[in-house]
């Protein structure tokens, strides 16, 4: 593809895809002034909608290869010679964006007996009429055959041939004398036409041919190569590297800002390093999980060693940008997730102070509850001007404890040397791109509202009902098992039963087959096609707060939860703890979390495509072929990595995630995602080891332990995707904390408390991200613009847009401004004049809404939905004299 890697197209965010490709793409551009004209995806395991668009025709592609789709669906295309289409794969953007997409007859491989390489049996091509085996005539037949077979299944008078694959051409010569005498002895035959050629060539043969191509509007997922082995496991096979590469993935571009609103500093520290290790982290075999275990430890010392370079960007530009004193040093905590802080973990009883800058990196405005440990309750909380802010402390369960000292340990080397006891909470509003400064002092109180608990023991007497939460949205559980049974919002007047379970699929080792098919690393494959559910009833522990509710239930031994209710937020967050998974009965598993409603969906749901565009989903149906159902629950998972939604005539159910997983609903009105999962067998796929993860320390080895999150809502028709869209952006780019601690004798040690990088007044519309704000090595800097909602979605937010870029950059002067392609190595302009042209059957030519060229006066972009603008920026340079300024 060009990119920095040939990126997985399941478990990957849209924004990651960008980022990689660019990085390679302007590479080649300053290495060879070069500018890929051709997709090569020949080995992701599924294809992408978002892949055919956005990194297919918004990159200035004219056409994209790839070598797996489903085997049913492959032989129905052969039949029909609709292998190659043209792929249209946004209904927003339509035919603007599409592409002619080509599936190769099988997979990346060259024809049945023609294997060259030192150790494969096909017959080479012996053309000493002397010798005994003398076959240039045969080897002629042979090749002839092969053209006119796959001849049978193309259109046009061309096919291409993929003459290699994995591990092939570790001794090139005999591939390529063979192929120069087949070359050479087939031309000389007649019959047909052969040479060594390129995807280019071939693309351009099939344009001039002026055919119409069958039209493709939807993805290639799930793959199955055959009738068990439907790849939907590494959805989400390693969940902690998948939650790990997110996590950084959002820290990657505020580090960016960051380092832009400092200016670079090409001596220093900058975010190349974590760029670099990001990129090669969307592979098809890292992200996805479907890597040997030491090189997942590899990708995730390559993100860490990334990681520490950017903290210090990071720290820099804040003492940079907050005039802060020289003694200042902005320290961060990667593992906040586990309670793990030790900037925070201070003794503030002495009378130091704990300082909290946070950055918010999305270009609105937010509040959002904020979370960090604490040694004492008896703190309090007040903003820049000194004025106490409400917040609430909670204590630390022995769980989060037990989890945060034994990955703690596994992840800086040491055993932690203090233990906090609580969570302090507070409400923090920051502007966009911009941050805010929180003052952490001891009190002699603790904090101003400490939460009440209350135990619910699952007593068979117990009968009530347990309302949970302090705001409009209340969640019901039985105080008699447990579990959750009710929802309602005041809000706006949902009420629903709702019902949440934890099961697991017991993996099946194929044991039973005649071609052996276990569930592994790629590999999807249930025992059963029903879930084995747990049994029993659940203890329950409610906290109350002024912010928040919490409710505590351990599942199992090994499965915790810890469900939130805001005062301020409409939705519920789900915080789980799952593993190490038990093995001794020698059984591998894959757990699950199902949420049950009364929404009647008939079979349909909503996944999106690399956090971008949604695709409706049938269960058990293809739109492409007549599916013949082998793996009822396997063949119905799909990739999410934003979310997954379902609806009726009268309400809509939606979960969010925090990192990429698999899910489905496999039954109406109930969605499941699949949380983690640990295997005993190998697959066979060519990872050559079971997914069975451990995590070491000194103490020994455990069976690897996921912490993460899901959020849940329910709105009426038409209104979710508000909610989906702008906190599935908030999910992406959390807010980043960075602490300072100082003695009690001043206020703040900097003179910058509160800083906006856009026009104070200003913010970006509801409906547009910042999705990149970089300087590049040159001095210049690179911008994009994302509309986040594609047509008809909302109501209100689903209309073009309009950003002014004067606003954004209200301290700099814009020299030069160009559009460029999505990965800017190239015009925009120039990218479309040389843009192929396709014919579809059956596409219906309309005026497709796109922004219009930029103002070069008034600096305003426009935005059409689900339309991402990108931008190659040039500031008037400044630069001072002892008196005066000048601007060149």
Known sequence: NGGWCMHDEAATHYIDMIDQTTLGHRYIKEEFNVTPRIGWQIDPFGHSAVQAYLLGSEVGFDSLFFGRIDYQDREKRKGEKSLEVVWQGSKSLASSVQIFAGAFPKNYEPPTGFYFEVNDDSDIVQDDINLFDYNVQDR???FVAAAFSQANITRTNHVMWTMGTDFKYQYAHTWFRNLDKLIHYVNEDGRVNALYSTPSIYTDAKYASNESWPLKTDDYFPYADRINGYWTGYFTSRPAIKGYVRQLSGYYLAARQLEFFKGRDE???TSDSLGDALAIAQHHDAVSGT???????DYAKRLSIGYKEAEDVVSASLACITKSSSKSKFKQCPLLNISYCPPAEVDLSLGKKLVVVIYNSLGWKRADVVKIPVVSANVTVQDSNGKEIESQILSIVDTSIALRNFYATASVGKSPAERPLYWLAFTAEVPPLGFSTYVVTSSKKAGVVSVTEKVYQSEESQNDAVEVGPGNLKLVYSASNGKLSGYFNGKNTIKSSLEQSYSYYVG???????????????IFRPNSTFPIHSQGKIPLTVLRGPLFDEVHQSISSWIYQITRVYKEKQ??????????IPIDDGLGKEVITQITTTIKNNKTFYTDSNGRDFLERIRDYRSDWNLQVNQPVAGNYYPINLGIYL?????????????SV?????????LELMLHRRLLHDDGEGVAEALNETVCIPDGCKGLTVQGKFYFRIDPLGEGARWRRSFGQEIYSPLLLAFSDQDGDGWINFQVPTFTGIDPSYSLPDNVALITLQELADRKVLLRLAHLYEVGEDKDLSVPASVELKKLFPNKKISNIVETSLTANQKREDMEKKRLVWSAEGSKLHNILRGGPIDPINLVVELAPMEIRTFVIKFVKKFSTASRVFSI
Do not use: W
Request: charged share 25%.
């Open 571 to 580: 939705h519920a967050e789900v915080e789980f703890i799952v593993g190490p």
């Open 662 to 670: 698999g899910g489905s609903s496999i039954f109406d009105g109930q």
């Open 291 to 297: 890597e040997q275990q030491h090189v997942a430890n």
């Open 647 to 659: 609806k009726d005539d009268a309400n809509e159910f939606s979960i969010l995630v925090d990192r």
């Open 508 to 522: 099946d080792d194929g044991s039973k087959d005649t071609e052996p098919q276990a569930s592994g690393a790629y």
């Open 140 to 142: 002629v037949n042979d």
């Open 267 to 269: 001596a220093g520290p």
